[in-house]
T-cell receptor
Framework: SQELEQSPQSLIVQEGKNLTINCTSS?????LYWYKQKYGEGLIFLMM?????EEKSHEKITAKLDEKKQQSSLHITASQPSHAGIYLC????????????FGTGTKLQVIP | DSGVTQTPKHLITATGQRVTLRCSPR?????VYWYQQSLDQGLQFLIQ???????AKGNILERFSAQQFPDLHSELNLSSLELGDSALYFC????????????FGPGTRLTVL
């Protein structure tokens, strides 16, 4: 089965700083999802990347897919307390959405 | 507010019992997805329905079943419950495809005692 590793597992940054979260797959990526979850709440779909080299932005959050490295990175520019939460990546496998797997999450704290 | 509603918010039951979780998708969305999130196994995709038909089947146990009704609401039935079934169950909806933006409900927290 496809395994996803997220790094770092947790991150504490000062408000205004930039940060990057990585999601690395053990197998070929056929689609990569990014989500945000506030503690104990539902998930928020951020974006989905399908093609190698594809880059998408959602407000101050940018994600890029590196097909060759089987990796996606999520970059937050000028972090704000509202960015705090858990960021999860999900990867679609060769068999389609029924094979989707999720990372264990990166916990982000932003200190004002 | 995502527009996706789930009931109940909390459910406490005993091992061996059966429960039904309900989800109403956003207006206009034809696809409904069910997920399980637990401390042990993280987030797992269970099943997707599109316009009443099963479209994708993930890690759903045989003790679990789901359906989507003509009004597009969906129900997830969990039977012969075990302690390990305790988790947060999320429903999400999208217009059609799994590549479309998915909108998640607030979840149902199931505790099996």
């Amino acid at each position: 089965s496809q395994e996803l590793e997220q790094s770092p597992q947790s991150l504490i940054v000062q408000e205004g700083k930039n940060l990057t979260i990585n999601c690395t797959s053990s197998k070929t990526l056929y689609g990569l999802y990014w989500y945000k979850q506030k503690y104990g709440e539902g998930l928020i779909f951020l974006m989905m990347l399908q093609k190698g080299g594809e880059e998408k932005s959602h407000e101050k959050i940018t994600a890029k897919l590196d097909e060759k490295k089987q990796q996606s990175s999520l970059h937050i520019t000028a972090s704000q307390p509202s960015h705090a939460g858990i960021y999860l990546c999900g990867a679609m496998g060769k068999g389609g959405y029924q094979k989707v797997t999720f990372g264990t999450g990166t916990k982000l704290q932003v200190i004002p | 507010d995502s527009g996706v509603t789930q009931t109940p918010k909390h459910l406490i039951t005993a091992t061996g019992q059966r429960v039904t979780l309900r989800c109403s998708p956003r207006s206009g969305d034809l696809s409904v997805y069910w997920y399980q999130q637990s401390l042990d196994q993280g987030l797992q995709f269970l099943i997707q329905y599109y316009n009443g038909e099963e479209r994708a089947k993930g890690n759903i146990l045989e003790r679990f079943s789901a359906q989507q009704f003509p009004d597009l609401h969906s129900e997830l039935n969990l039977s012969s419950l075990e302690l390990g079934d305790s988790a947060l169950y999320f429903c999400a909806s999208s217009v059609e495809h799994s590549t479309d933006t998915q909108y998640f409900g607030p979840g149902t927290r199931l505790t099996v005692l």
